[in-house]
């Protein structure tokens, strides 16, 4: 009933994009970590924007530049000339829901001042850990035709973003209708939209997903996948652990949004290209003739009996 409400409402915003909002209502389901990837004005930040004021969380946005620090994302000490002491002032990571725009633009050294929050839901600084909020999310986003002065995420980084999400166009009549609500005032500046849930509610829905069941039968088909998804001959590197167990969360969550408590393998194959197309790296020979990932995780899929 809750993650029913904030669909409707932000696919209410966001219009089209009926695919993307349920991947990225998994991830924050599963607790996860999303990438969106999308040309620009295909309405990334709006899409963040809306679900951080419809659950009523706090909302930070980073929006990251080649020339930014790591203090500028975790914060830093300044010195109290009345207090002759130093205080921490914190950066714009210490929130709910965190958007970081166009991650690529920024060095590496700046993106890795997010591994240890995303990871680990802390904040070393000076050698004092410094806890998030429990609804910690990292929305990243990124262009994927833009490459002039971007650096390319290293894999440990992608790991840690449960899912990859590609927005593209909405259909025709669904711009029609973004249009007609453009001319009748919808979408200004400042988002006129009014939480449906709570930070609270995403938190007992996380706690209740662990109620999901999970046959054995459903084990054995993801190791299967997990394991085959690293012998592939087009594949240089394949599935690790880590997808696996991002790969299981993310099929539960999908399940309960779906209102079920199971996992069946449709589960498994909705979030399996979200799960694994940052995580799999193909071949040189593979690149050159043309083969994407998308390719090989459907290949993939195909190649591993479904359980009866």
């Given at each position: 009933m809750v993650f029913?409400?904030?669909?409707?409402?932000?696919?209410s915003t966001v219009v089209g994009q009926e695919m993307v909002v349920d991947q990225l209502l998994v991830a924050l389901l599963a607790d996860g970590h999303a990438l969106l990837e999308g040309v620009p004005g295909t309405a990334k930040t709006l899409l963040?924007?809306?679900?951080?004021?419809?659950?009523?969380?706090?909302?930070?946005?980073?929006?990251?530049?080649?020339?930014?620090?790591?203090s500028d994302i975790l914060g830093t000490s300044i010195y109290d000339i009345s207090t002759k002491t130093f205080?921490?002032?914190?950066?714009?990571?210490?929130?709910?829901?965190?958007l970081a725009d166009e991650i690529n633009r920024t060095a590496p050294k700046t993106q890795s001042a997010l591994l240890e929050a995303m990871e680990e839901r802390q904040v070393?600084?000076?050698?004092?850990?410094?806890?998030l909020p429990p609804l910690f999310m990292v929305v990243a986003t990124?262009?994927?035709?833009?490459?002039?002065?971007?650096?390319?995420?290293?894999?440990a980084q992608l790991d840690r973003f449960m899912m990859k999400i590609v927005i593209g166009y909405p259909a025709a009549d669904a711009e029609r209708l973004m249009l007609s609500n453009w001319q009748a005032g919808r979408y200004q500046r400042d988002l006129d939209v009014e939480p449906v849930v709570s930070p609270q509610d995403i938190i007992e829905c996380r706690t209740r997903l662990k109620q999901v069941n999970v046959d054995d039968s459903i084990f054995d088909y993801l190791m299967q996948l997990v394991q085959k998804s690293r012998s592939l001959s087009d594949v240089h590197l394949g599935a690790s652990p880590r997808a696996s167990l991002y790969w299981l969360s993310a099929a539960k969550a999908h399940a309960a949004l779906e209102g079920r408590d199971?996992?069946?393998?449709?589960?498994?194959?909705f979030v399996a290209q979200p799960?694994?197309?940052h995580r799999i790296i193909l071949t040189p020979e593979a690149e050159l003739e043309g083969t994407t990932t998308t390719q090989v995780i459907t290949k993939l899929l195909g190649l591993v009996p479904v359980p009866r």
């Open positions: 029913s409400r904030l669909r409707d409402a932000l696919n963040v924007k809306s679900l951080a004021k419809l659950i009523g969380s706090d909302f930070g946005r980073i929006q990251l530049t080649p020339d930014m620090l790591p205080a921490l002032k914190k950066g714009p990571i210490f929130t709910s829901m965190l070393t600084l000076d050698g004092k850990t410094e806890p990124q262009n994927p035709i833009e490459f002039e002065g971007t650096y390319p995420l290293p894999e199971f996992v069946t393998p449709d589960n498994i194959k799960v694994l197309r």
